[in-house]
């Protein structure tokens, strides 16, 4: 008798065993977004990767708060994109992740010729309604971020991603390079000139902007980059 109930309790417990915990990475964690309010579409970029051993599907949530009453956002995932009114994504379009997959997910916020800052905050949710992660961001539209000069759009950050060193294409006309985290803290200032390589090697791998200011003292672009 002591054996049959040993058995069943075996029987009742494995494929609550086996179905496992599901866990996924973020990268990067937290997010600095900046634009103009000249532009349309202010986006960042979000990495999610499956780390569980077994084929999950993942929702998501959005919230910004303390912004200019005339902003808006939206979200594309790996399905769709959606329209400001979707604050979360809808139980029928889960994003399905094998072992080992990542998708990317990329937040959208039109700042209506508006400047100001805002809060955001971005919740990875399973399919059974638990929040997995919240990435938390900060928006910055000022019309002194990502100011379109003669040429701008021609610059460029390589290798990218990078480990030790990176370069900028279409330095003539630069003064300085800035180099942030990802959460608005500078970490680097460089000189600019031609074909000079900016040292990041003993930097944390992560996510950085990479700020090009004139010789004027206005900020031509900023860009992502990953060190690994």
């Known amino acids: 008798m002591v054996r049959l ?11 609550i065993a086996t179905k496992g915990q599901v866990s996924v990475s973020i990268d990067p964690t937290t997010f600095v977004m900046t634009g103009n309010p000249s532009q349309t ?22 919230r910004m708060t303390n912004h200019p009453a ?40 039109n700042p209506v010729l508006v400047e100001g800052t805002g809060d955001y905050e ?13 990435i938390e961001g900060e928006i910055i539209i000022s019309n002194t971020t990502a100011i379109n000069e003669a040429g701008s759009a021609k610059l460029s950050v390589f290798p990218n991603p990078t480990t030790d060193f990176f370069q900028v294409n279409g330095t003539p006309g630069l003064k300085s390079i800035e180099l942030f985290n990802i959460i608005g803290n500078k970490v680097r200032s460089f000189d600019a000139s031609p074909q000079k390589q900016y040292y990041v090697g003993d930097l944390n791998d992560g996510i950085y902007l990479v700020r090009m200011v004139s010789a004027s003292n206005k900020v031509l672009k900023t860009i992502r980059l990953s060190k690994r």
């Open 41 to 62: 579409d202010v986006e960042f970029h979000i990495q999610v990767a499956n780390t569980s051993n077994q084929t999950i599907k993942l929702f998501w949530s959005k």
């Open 70 to 109: 005339e902003w808006f956002s939206w979200i594309c995932d790996q399905t769709t994109c959606y329209g400001p009114n979707f604050n979360s994504c809808p139980p029928n379009k889960p994003n399905t992740l094998g072992v080992g997959e990542s998708f990317d997910i990329s937040v959208h916020m």
């Open 122 to 134: 971005l919740s990875i949710i399973d399919e059974e309604g638990n929040v997995l992660y919240t």
């Open 5 to 15: 109930l040993l058995f069943c309790s075996i029987v009742l417990l494995y494929p």
